[in-house]
Structure formats: C-alpha cells, structure tokens
C-alpha cells in the first residue's frame, strides 16, 4: 500500500522502538519519507555513507568486493589475483553474472578464480615471494591474458607486503605487461562503495598513462560505456541502440571489457555513465585532465530510455540526434506490445526495493510504464548525492532507508505489505517465507537482460511472474491472522 508523510513517519518511530536508545538515535537518521517540499530545498532525507552500528545485520559488501567483485573483475581478458586467505576469493568466485565473449582459460578469465590462499606462515613472514611465484606461475599457464590485478584481502595491509614493488618487478620481467596493485583490502571504509574508488584510482594510476602514449585513430562519434556489468547481457542491450543511433562505442566497462578498452576510453568524445556510485570518481578525472564530458544514462524502461537517448545526442550532430528518433520510433510498437501485455496485469502493484548501485532509482521508471508504484527504496552502500538524485525519481510518501538492517526491513515490508520486494539474494528466502514475491534486482534471478528495449520485455515478463505465481495462493503471510485478530506482531 501507499502511505502518507505523516504514515511513514509514524512507521519509522514504531519500527524502532525497539532499538536501545543510543542506537534508535543513530539508526533515525538513516530513515526518511520522501517530501517534496524538503527536496525542491536541495535537502536529504537521509544519513548515509556512515559505518554500520556493531549488533545489527547489514547487508553490504566491503571493499574488496566493490574492487574485485565490481570494478575490476569483470575486465575479461586480465586475471585478477585474491591476494590473501582463500575464503574472500571463494566467496567472491563467478558470483555475479558478467557474461562476456571469449574462451575461457585461455583468452578470458572472468569466470576462474586465482588466489595466493594465505597460510599463517605467510602472514608471519609476508607473502611478496609467493605473489612474485604465482605471477610467474600465470604467465606460463595463461600465457595470452593481457595483463594482471592484485586485489589485496585484509591482511595485506595489516602486514605491510610491498605489493606495488612486486608490481613494479614483476611488470619489468614481464616485457612491461600491466600489472596492477590494488590496495582494496576489506576493512577500508565503511562499506564497497570506498572499493569502487580504490579501484578508479587504480586505473588512473596504472593503466591511463600507458594510454596516453598509445596511438588512436578517433572518430568524432567514440563514446564509451562505462559502469555497466553486462549482468545478463545488460551493456549488450544498450550498446546496440547507441550503435543504432550513430555512435561508435570503442570502450564497454567492465562487463565484457579488455584492458585495450579501458586505455581507449581516454579518447573518447563522451564517456556514457551508468553506474554513477561506483566510476564517476573515474568520469570526472577523465573530464578534468582530458576534457572528456560525462553524461549519466538510464536504459530501464522506455520512458527512461527515450530520456536518455535524447540527452546523449544532445552532445553531438544532428546526424546523431536524428538517429535517436529513428531508434526511438523503430522500437515504438515493441514497446506497445509489452505494455498492452503486461499493464493489465501489473496496474496497481506496490514495490519495495533495497539494493546497490544505481537501481534503487534507475528501475523505478520501468515499473512506472507498467502502471506500478514504488512504495519504498533504499542503498546498501549509497552517498548524499545517491540520495539527491532519487528525489528525481520517487514520489511523496516513499519511504527512503538508508544501509536498512535485517530487522528494520522485514518490519517496512510486514506493515506495507507490497505486491514485490526487490533485492538480494540474502534477502529473498526471507521474504518468500513470508509470502511475499521477491525478484533478484543485483543478479536478475538468473535471467535478463533488463537494460534496453530488448530488457524491457524481459524486465515485465519476470516482474509478471513473480507477482501472479499461483503459488503465492497456497501460502499464508505470518501477520495475516494477527492483523485479523487485532495484534502487531
């Protein structure tokens, strides 16, 4: 259901009523109704980027997973070394869905997992030897990988392993191949948000100035994408309508990218933001030393679409700009389809969300052309300006939830009781076992892509899925018979 400023307030309080009183405190700022008068101020509603209060379940990552599992690991033709005890690397092995082209093993590695599984020997006396040995080790076994990551585990700042002079010799032995230390080790920052920059001025630092001395025969329609995963096939949804438009995209970041592409991306005419939380520290470095504008995009759902093709030909020629009509024309009647299919079907529906990235604002327009309201929305990782931003997007009443805890959620979806949650996959058992329909909104649940027209179909199809299953009949929600007898659970 949809619910007053003056509802949700009230919401927030009885949710945390049972906190002590220091943390209720804390965990107030984190929690907001979305009101219209306070974002036309430039106000936000919520704290956020703040260290998670010890004695409450976060669900978000560290830096290292911002790093490897985001920013770097989908670069497929490099190998990324988990430098460390085996358990982040294993944890974090082929758990996002990254699709690319290539042979695994022997010219793409995204799927493979490599690491220097730290013994306590090694964090006795260091681990530099092994690291130099397992490099080697790579360059015998995959001998056409285009160059190498370390991202450091916790340890390795705590013991101080010289890994950029490793780098550094390794890089020389190697007749110059790109070798890039990563100081991403787990406990830094308050959450993966400080591994995305880590990682952005990794690439600054390591790979751009190889770049600046590489040839480049330009065009004036380059554009690079940067920030898309290629979850499902999501970067190769939007690549075909800016190729359709006129555009030559000589870089895609990091799903389905190479380390040619990362170097390309500074002679680009337009870098295309997607991501904005996790590359715009990149995109803005890219604008300040090489002149590059930067434009954020948003392919879920065709009114978002329409948006952002216009605004990306806004930067260049009528040529290009007449390119995003005729794209936007040609998939006209697809989009009909899918409206007139699923509208019906969805019309109403209430969604709750709580997710990374850009989607707990990027995805709310695509439910919007199916008729259906978002209710609730939230950031695992997010930063003020995330916030700012979906103030564009919701409407009065939304509740915002800032690094939402376990408790705080299930309590948001059992008094709200939308149609959908949309979240991760430490949610969603959760949510099902209380009769709620639940979609994957990191992963896609195995299926996608959502990004482009062709995602649209796909993206409405699930949602409809998820919410008609007749299986949802055949279960009770656990508050049912309390709310009918009068007693909040």
């Known amino acids: 259901m949809s619910m007053s400023i003056e509802e949700g307030k009230q919401l927030i309080k009885d949710v945390l009523e049972v906190y002590p009183e220091k943390t209720r405190k804390k965990r107030e700022k984190h929690l907001g109704v979305f009101d219209e008068s306070q974002a036309q101020k430039g106000e936000c509603s919520v704290k956020s980027n703040v260290k998670s209060l010890p004695g409450v379940m976060t669900i978000r990552g560290c830096a290292y997973a911002g790093s490897k599992g985001v920013v770097w690991g989908p670069i497929k033709d490099m190998i990324h070394i988990s430098h460390g005890p085996v358990g982040c690397g294993q944890y974090s092995w082929a758990s996002r869905r990254n699709y690319y082209i290539g042979t695994t093993g022997v010219d793409t590695f995204v799927t493979m997992q490599f690491t220097s599984d730290f013994q306590e020997r090694d964090i006795v006396f260091g681990g530099d030897k092994k690291l130099e040995k397992i490099i080697d080790e790579i360059e015998q076994l995959f001998p056409l990988n285009k160059g190498?990551?370390?991202?450091?585990?916790?340890?390795?700042?705590?013991?101080?392993?010289?890994?950029?002079?490793?780098s550094k010799k390794k890089s020389k032995e190697h007749d110059g191949k790109t070798i890039v230390p990563v100081r991403c080790e787990g406990f830094r920052g308050v959450s993966q948000s400080l591994g995305h920059h880590i990682a952005n001025d990794s690439i600054r630092d390591w790979v751009f100035p190889q770049a600046d001395k590489k040839a480049f025969e330009g065009t004036p329609y380059d554009v690079a994408i940067i920030g898309d995963y290629n979850i499902g096939g999501d970067a190769w949804s939007s690549r075909i309508l800016l190729e359709e438009m006129g555009l030559r995209v000589v870089a895609q970041w990091s799903g389905d990218g190479t380390i040619n592409e990362l170097m390309n991306t500074t002679k680009v005419k337009l870098n295309i933001l997607h991501c904005y939380r996790s590359m715009n520290y990149i995109s803005r470095h890219m604008e300040e030393k090489y002149g590059i504008p930067w434009v954020e995009y948003n392919f879920f759902g065709p009114t978002k679409i329409e948006e952002s093709l216009r605004k990306i030909a806004a930067h260049?020629?009528?040529?290009?700009?007449e390119g995003a009509e005729k794209v936007i024309a040609k998939y006209r009647r697809l989009v009909d389809g899918v409206i007139e299919k699923y509208r019906p079907r969805l019309e109403g529906k209430t969604v709750m969300l709580f997710v990374g990235g850009l989607r707990p604002r990027h995805v709310i327009g695509a439910y919007e052309d199916l008729g259906m309201n978002v209710v609730g929305t939230g950031y695992e990782f997010g930063h003020n300006d995330d916030y700012q931003r979906t103030s564009h997007y919701v409407k009065e009443g939304t509740v915002i939830y800032d690094d939402v805890t376990g408790y705080e959620f299930e309590k948001f979806v059992e008094k709200i009781q939308p149609d959908l949650v949309g979240s991760g996959i430490k949610e969603k058992y959760v949510f099902q076992k209380m009769g709620v329909p639940f979609r994957q909104m990191h992963s896609w649940d195995y299926s996608g892509p959502y990004h482009g027209y062709d995602g649209f179909g796909i993206f409405a199809r699930d949602m409809d899925m998820a919410i008609n299953n007749p299986v949802w009949k055949l279960t009770k929600a656990p508050w049912t018979d309390a709310q009918r007898e009068g007693v909040r659970a």
């Open 148 to 166: 190498i990551t370390i991202q450091s585990e916790c340890p390795i700042g705590l013991i101080g392993d010289d890994i950029e002079a490793v």
């Open 316 to 321: 260049f020629d009528d040529k290009i700009k």
